[in-house]
């Protein structure tokens, strides 16, 4: 069974920076788009940024210039650079990926990871 698991949430100040780690495992032939997504208390989860296997990106505007997404498709990981940091960023992070598995080809989430901003 095909499983995602973040790493890398944590408490930082204002203006700080933290990397999130995103590592599939499991029976898996390849693995398409991935992205991330971030759910602040009472709000939807939002895009925050997506990756093609061939590396294209795409970023939610409240994050670009500040934020970096990247893959190693050899080793089935994804990342999240997070730089300048802001209180509005405080939210439970998601790693998301479109995965061709012993399970067939779906979509799967992690668990989540939690990033906290302190101002």
């Known amino acids: 069974q095909v499983q995602l698991v973040e790493s890398g949430g944590g408490l930082v100040q204002a203006g700080g920076s933290l990397r999130l780690s995103c590592v599939a495992s499991g029976i898996i032939y390849s693995i398409f788009t991935c992205a991330w997504y971030r759910q602040a208390p009472g709000k939807q989860r939002e895009l925050v940024a997506q990756i093609t296997r061939s590396a294209t990106t795409n970023y939610a505007d409240f994050v670009k210039g500040r934020f970096t997404i990247s893959r190693d498709n050899a080793k089935n990981t994804m990342w999240l650079q997070m730089n300048s940091l802001r209180p509005e960023d405080t939210a439970v992070y998601y790693c998301?990926?479109?995965?061709?598995?012993?399970?067939?080809?779906?979509?799967?989430w992690g668990q989540g990871t939690q990033v906290t901003v302190s101002s």
């Open positions: 998301n990926a479109d995965i061709s598995g012993g399970d067939g080809r779906r979509e799967h």
